[in-house]
């Protein structure tokens, strides 16, 4: 049974990233991510040969009608909609860097986990100026909770970077790395910690990096960060109607669009066009017209946006908004693939980072 005997890939992407999937053998597959920054209370499904990131410990999983059955000798498990199958998925298997630790003792997994099925990734700096206040946190983030709960280090090393960068390159064909990081009180908003990982990881292993972080006042970091080995840079909006902004990120939201626009064509001039991404989250509150006029500004600055349907984490004040539907998200994916293949910023084209691996979206099977 493939995908499309009931349902096309690109239609069961979008309802299960919408809708989550109910796992009978939850332990098959690449372990899931719960808590965190970044995907997170998601698995790695891959759907006709592409890796998606599905919710699995969300409220609106744990009532999905998407059920995937114990897989097969070979893998492979059969996804019901209802009780009817409907398609058959398989899982990326847990990366084999997992199973080492640091000289001092720390599971590689608690300083770069796997995203997808070839695509590593870390948050540097595991706290956020902006988390530690209840007036400032964006309502979305779970940045603390990984940390609090022990799963990861709150500051990764340089050193203890390019130590995983290179196991999972070579153990596992790890094809490209995200770094991302909460935001520090300094001006460089981040940009400091990216350069100086991002150089010992290309010293060790040669790696395409994304790195991410808030615009920085100095646009000058630009020019660091390409120097240190930094191939592509997101710069996330998330939400893009200035009201909506206030009250989901009071205090990102300070750092306003036209702040992130100049940045934008700054980085661009640097980078490249289709080499600078943006990660918007729809479904808390723009409008389906809002997401695409803030898009078709930014495909003409040369930006890629990515967007992506919210997903709310246990744990956080949005954790029981709900999530965009399906059609929601087909009314912004339709319009916005041909917008990029039209703008020639196609997902495949860019060198690392969220928008190439394109597995918390179906956006890149809409570019087509």
Avoid at 6 to 25: I, P, Y
Avoid at 55 to 71: C, G, K, Q
Avoid at 80 to 86: L, M, N, Y
Avoid at 89 to 118: C, M, Q, W
Wanted: proline share 6%; glycine share 8%.
């Amino acid at each position: 049974m493939s995908s499309t005997d009931l349902m096309s890939s690109k239609d069961l992407m979008t309802e299960l990233q919408t809708q989550g999937l109910r796992l009978v053998d939850p332990k098959h597959g690449a372990a899931s991510r719960k808590g965190g920054a970044g995907p997170t209370d998601h698995k790695a499904v891959i759907v006709d040969g592409k890796t998606i990131m599905v919710p699995v410990h969300t409220s609106t999983a744990w009532d999905s009608p998407f059920v995937a059955e114990a897989p097969n000798a070979e893998g492979i498990s059969v996804i019901t909609r209802f009780s009817i199958p409907i398609a058959s998925v398989s899982f990326p298997k847990n990366p084999r860097f997992y199973l080492l630790k640091t000289e001092e003792g720390i599971p590689y997994s608690h300083i770069a986990t796997l995203h997808g099925s070839d695509v590593l990734a870390t948050t540097i700096l595991q706290t956020c100026i902006r988390y530690e206040s209840r007036k400032k946190a964006c309502k979305f983030c779970a940045i603390g909770q990984s940390l609090a709960a022990g799963r990861t280090v709150a500051h990764k090393t340089p050193a203890q970077l390019a130590e995983v960068a290179k196991a999972a390159v070579v153990l596992d064909g790890i094809k490209h790395m995200v770094m991302t990081t909460g935001t520090p009180a300094g001006d460089d908003r981040g940009a400091a910690v990216l350069c100086e990982s991002a150089f010992a990881i290309k010293a060790a292993v040669d790696i395409p990096i994304q790195g991410q972080c808030e615009p920085p006042a100095d646009f000058q970091w630009f020019q660091r960060m390409k120097a240190a080995g930094i191939d592509t840079l997101g710069m996330h909006l998330e939400v893009v109607t200035p009201s909506v902004r206030e009250q989901i990120m009071p205090g990102k939201s300070t750092v306003g669009i036209d702040y992130y626009m100049k940045a934008f064509k700054a980085s661009v001039e640097v980078f490249g066009r289709g080499q600078v991404s943006t990660y918007i989250l729809a479904g808390l509150g723009d409008t389906s017209n809002a997401i695409l006029d803030i898009c078709k500004e930014l495909l003409e600055i040369g930006v890629y946006p990515f967007v992506v349907p919210f997903v709310p984490i246990s744990g956080t004040p949005l954790e029981d908004h709900p999530s965009p539907s399906a059609e929601f998200m087909k009314s912004i994916l339709e319009p916005l693939g041909k917008m990029i293949s039209g703008a020639n910023l196609l997902s495949s084209d860019i060198k690392a980072g969220c928008g190439k691996c394109g597995a918390c979206s179906s956006l890149s099977v809409y570019e087509t």
